[in-house]
């Protein structure tokens, strides 16, 4: 059962325009997600990240939603640039599961420039 | 300030044998955790480490197994590789291990069962 989905493996957008990802959760009990960017041969980077008394966290070029009544939430990357080309990871954790890291699927994003 | 350090980098080793994968974390970080990617499966959590004890442990077998020392420094262990044992491992620090803490993740040791 995947807790975490991610529906979308792949997204091709123009370099410059918006690109958005999107992350769909089952479990109730998670109350805080995060993004990672996974370039190959290369660890997951830590992007951004959302608790569940928040709707929106902004940093930079990344904009992360929350939307809990739909167990939904999204990453937008504005503007889009080539080296953002790689696979992005929704995850999420829940109070009392320590050091626990529930992840997507992943969804390759490329770039064009 | 030094990120995670995972060796080695690259592993191969065939069925029947076990291995013994290290992980530093970053100055500081208390809290270890292990996962497992593999492209049918994802990114799945094995366990974490905080002071030298396993505080949370994910839905692996006992072929599975870890330990974290004093200097927080942790290493897993894989008796009796399966072929299915080939993956990228990848370690993760935090502060505490708290749900709110980021994890910082290694670059990851690949292994290869042949």
């Known amino acids: 059962d995947q807790q975490v989905k991610q529906n979308s493996p792949s997204l091709s957008v123009q370099e410059g325009r918006i690109s958005i990802l999107n992350c769909d959760y089952t479990n109730s009990m998670f109350d805080y997600f995060l993004w990672y960017k996974k370039y190959p041969a290369e660890g997951p980077t830590f992007l951004i990240s959302?608790?569940?008394?928040?709707d929106k966290n902004e940093d930079g070029r990344f904009t992360v939603f929350l939307n809990k009544s739909a167990k939904h939430l999204s990453l937008h990357i504005v503007p889009s640039q080539p080296g953002d080309s790689a696979v992005y990871f929704c995850a999420a954790s829940a109070a009392g599961n320590t050091g626990k890291l529930i992840f997507g699927q992943g969804t390759t994003l490329q770039v064009k420039p | 300030k030094a990120g995670v350090t995972q060796t080695p980098r690259y592993l191969i080793k065939t069925r029947g044998q076990q291995v013994t994968l290290s992980c530093s974390p970053i100055s500081g970080h208390r809290s270890v955790s292990w996962y497992q990617q593999t492209p049918g499966q994802g990114l799945q959590f094995l366990f974490e480490?905080?002071?030298?004890?396993?505080?949370n442990k994910g839905n692996f077998p006992g072929r599975f197994s870890g330990r974290q020392f004093s200097n927080s420094r942790s290493e897993m262990n894989v008796s009796t590789l399966e072929l299915g044992d080939s993956a990228l491992y990848l370690c993760?620090?935090?502060?505490?291990?708290?749900?709110?803490?980021?994890?910082?993740f290694g670059p990851g040791t690949r292994l290869t069962v042949l």
């Open positions: 993760a620090s935090s502060l505490a291990g708290a749900h709110t803490d980021t994890q910082y």
């Open positions: 480490y905080f002071s030298e004890t396993q505080r």
């Open positions: 959302i608790s569940s008394i928040k």
